[in-house]
Structures are given as structure tokens and as C-alpha cells.
């Protein structure tokens, strides 16, 4: 009877420290959702310098999210180390989204023009005719001076590789590879720009 009763003790506790841990990953999430839902999201519309590239992995998991954010360093690196190499570079970049839904980005000699919308957090972005009127849609991160314009990643490598083209016939720079043969092996992942006021 003893061991009926002792085995039933360990089983309630066992029972409760579940649900301890699983309301607190509820918990969490709601505070998180909650957080983000009530976050102002800046508008794009005005003038702001490149910082670099910003890159996050998708995932929906919280935890996943933290670890991931070890991972996302090295592919900034690459993608920074890349778009340096024909001018788009921090404090050498900037862009410009006019009221009337126009956008310049200009990075040395480079000067790619197209048009934008912002609806909430989710934009788009539509290049021009030097870019093959490449479009890019994505979100809007941060608030105030600081924000990060994040979009599919195979998308951002597709620029990348485009912008890469534009500047060698210009002559800014050239590459001898491209950035989705340097990245191939990576799945699943948002990049943009880190933008700042």
C-alpha cells in the first residue's frame, strides 16, 4: 500500500511539473505576442543609412529563436562581406522612401531607384529596370531611428547577386563568385537591411 501510494506521488508531481513547464512556455509566448502586437512599427517613408544586413532564422519557437540567433552572425558576416565588396557598405549606403512611393538607394556609384508600400509592418519593395524590376517583400522590424527590413532570404541573395551585376558593369567592383553559391546550403532564413536615422 505504501508503494501504491508513494508511486501515486511521484506520478501527481510528475503531472504537475508538466504543466508548470508547459504554462510557462504559454506564458511566454502570450507575453511575447503581446509585446510585439502592441509595438508601434516604424514608417519607412523618409531618409535612412544602411548599417549592414540584418538576418534572422524562422522559427516559431521561442527557444529555437534564441539558439538561432548564434547562427544568424556568420551569414551577416558573408552577406556584409559580399555587398562591401561592390560598395554597399554601412555609412557608404543610403536610402531614401519619398511620400509618393518612390525609393533611391545609393551606394557609391551605384543609384537604384524603383518604388515602395508599407501597410503596417509588411512591405514591398519593386526595383527598377537596372535590377530586372526585382521585387522583395517583407517586414518591418524596430521602431523609431533603429529598424530592420527583413524579406525571404533566397529573395535578399537574389539582390545581392543583382547588385553585384549592376556594379561590375559600372565598373565598382566585380565578384568572382555568387552570393547563392556561397550560401547554398542555408535554408529558411529572412535577410535586409539594418537600417538606422
Given at each position: 500500500m505504501k508503494r501504491f501510494v508513494l508511486t501515486l506521488c511521484v506520478l501527481a508531481m510528475a503531472a504537475v511539473?508538466?504543466?508548470a513547464q508547459s504554462g510557462l512556455m504559454n506564458f511566454l509566448k502570450k507575453a511575447a505576442d503581446t509585446a510585439v502586437?502592441?509595438?508601434?512599427?516604424?514608417k519607412l517613408?523618409?531618409?535612412w543609412n544602411y548599417s549592414g544586413v540584418a538576418v534572422a532564422v524562422n522559427s516559431e519557437d521561442l527557444l529555437s529563436s534564441i539558439a538561432s540567433s548564434a547562427v544568424t552572425g556568420p551569414i551577416e558576416k558573408k552577406i556584409d562581406g559580399y555587398l562591401e565588396k561592390v560598395?554597399?557598405?554601412s555609412g557608404a549606403a543610403s536610402l531614401n522612401f519619398a511620400q509618393d512611393g518612390t525609393f533611391t538607394m545609393k551606394?557609391?556609384?551605384l543609384n537604384l531607384n524603383g518604388t515602395w508600400t508599407q501597410e503596417d509592418k509588411n512591405v514591398k519593395i519593386k526595383?527598377?529596370?537596372s535590377l530586372t524590376y526585382l521585387t522583395l517583400e517583407g517586414?518591418?522590424?524596430?521602431?523609431?531611428n533603429s529598424i530592420n527590413i527583413l524579406f525571404d532570404g533566397n529573395k535578399f541573395v537574389d539582390f545581392a547577386d543583382k547588385v553585384a551585376q549592376v556594379a561590375t558593369k559600372v565598373g565598382v567592383g566585380s565578384l568572382s563568385s555568387t552570393m547563392s553559391a556561397v550560401l547554398s546550403q542555408v535554408k529558411s532564413f529572412?535577410?535586409?537591411?539594418?537600417?538606422s536615422k
Open positions: 511539473n508538466a504543466s502586437s502592441t509595438v508601434t512599427v516604424a517613408d523618409g531618409a560598395g554597399v557598405k551606394a557609391g556609384a526595383f527598377g529596370k517586414v518591418v522590424e524596430g521602431t523609431g529572412k535577410a535586409g537591411f539594418k537600417l
